[in-house]
C-alpha cells in the first residue's frame, strides 16, 4: 500500500530534549515536505526536500533541522525543542516532475507536546 | 506572495441542510493548483480535489461540490443534504506551479460541525 508514515505518533516531551520525528514514503518519492499544524494558523511548511542531499527552508525553519540522506526517508529533528514547538506535524511527499504539480501525500500527523 | 482566507471559522447546521464552505486566495502566479482538504475528529489529512487555474469548470462529486471562479479569486466548497460524518474541520490551499518547493499554503480551517 502506498503510503507516507511518521513515527512517533504522539510525544510528550521536555524542553531541551533532542528528539527526531521519522517520516517514511514507499512510493520513489522525490519531493517531501514538513509541515506544522496550529489552531488559528492552518498549516505551514518547516522544510522540504527536492531530492536526496537537497534541504531547503520553508515558512517556519527555526528550530528545526532535516535531512535527507535517502530517498525514502526524510527526519524532522528538534535539537534543543521549546514549548512554542508544541504543535501538529505533518509530513507530505510527491512525485516531483517539475513540470506538472503532482498530488502531496500526508502522513497521518505526529501530535508533540513540549513541557 | 500567495494567501489563503478562509474567513469562516465555525459553521454549525443541522443534519440534511446545504452548507457552503468559502475560500478566497491570492496569488501573482498565472498558473497555480487550488485544493481542499478534510480532517476529521481522528486528525488525519483527507485529499477532496485539485483545480489547476485553467480549468473554472465546476465539479460535483456525490453531495459534495466546488465552484471556483477566477474572477472572485475563489475556490468555494458546497456539501448538500449534510450528514454528522462530514463535521470535520476543511482546509482550503494553493500552489504555485513552479519548479523547486511545491509548497501547499492553507488557509486556516473552517470547522464545520452537523448537529444531528
Known amino acids: 500500500e502506498a503510503q507516507v508514515t511518521q513515527n512517533p505518533r504522539y510525544l510528550i516531551t521536555v524542553t531541551g530534549k533532542k528528539l527526531t520525528v521519522t517520516c517514511s514514503q514507499n512510493m520513489n518519492h522525490e519531493y517531501m515536505s514538513w509541515y506544522r499544524q496550529d489552531p488559528g494558523l492552518g498549516l505551514r511548511q518547516i522544510y522540504y526536500?527536492?531530492?536526496?542531499?537537497?534541504?531547503d527552508k520553508g515558512d517556519v525553519p527555526e528550530g528545526y533541522k532535516v535531512s535527507r540522506k535517502e530517498k525514502r526517508n526524510f527526519p524532522l529533528i528538534l535539537e534543543s525543542p521549546s514549548p512554542n514547538q508544541t504543535s501538529l506535524y505533518f509530513c507530505?511527499?510527491?512525485?516531483?516532475?517539475?513540470?506538472?504539480?503532482?498530488?502531496?501525500?500526508f502522513g497521518p500527523g505526529t501530535r508533540l507536546t513540549v513541557l | 506572495a500567495q494567501k489563503v482566507t478562509q474567513a469562516q471559522t465555525e459553521i454549525s447546521v443541522v443534519e440534511k441542510e446545504d452548507v457552503t464552505l468559502d475560500c478566497v486566495y491570492e496569488?501573482?502566479?498565472?498558473?497555480?493548483?487550488l485544493f481542499w482538504y478534510k480532517q476529521p475528529p481522528s486528525g488525519e489529512l483527507v485529499f477532496l480535489i485539485r483545480r489547476n487555474s485553467f480549468d473554472e469548470q465546476n465539479e460535483i462529486s456525490g453531495r459534495y461540490s466546488w465552484n471556483f471562479q477566477k474572477s472572485t479569486s475563489s475556490f468555494n466548497f458546497t456539501i448538500t443534504a449534510s450528514q454528522v460524518v462530514d463535521s470535520a474541520v476543511y482546509f482550503c490551499?494553493?500552489?504555485?506551479?513552479?519548479?523547486?518547493?511545491?509548497?501547499?499554503?492553507f488557509g486556516t480551517g473552517t470547522r464545520l460541525t452537523i448537529i444531528p
Open positions: 526536500s527536492m531530492n536526496v542531499e537537497v534541504t
Open positions: 490551499a494553493l500552489s504555485e506551479a513552479s519548479f523547486g518547493n511545491e509548497k501547499l499554503t
Open positions: 496569488t501573482r502566479d498565472t498558473t497555480y493548483y
Open positions: 507530505a511527499s510527491s512525485l516531483s516532475s517539475g513540470v506538472v504539480y503532482n498530488e502531496q501525500f
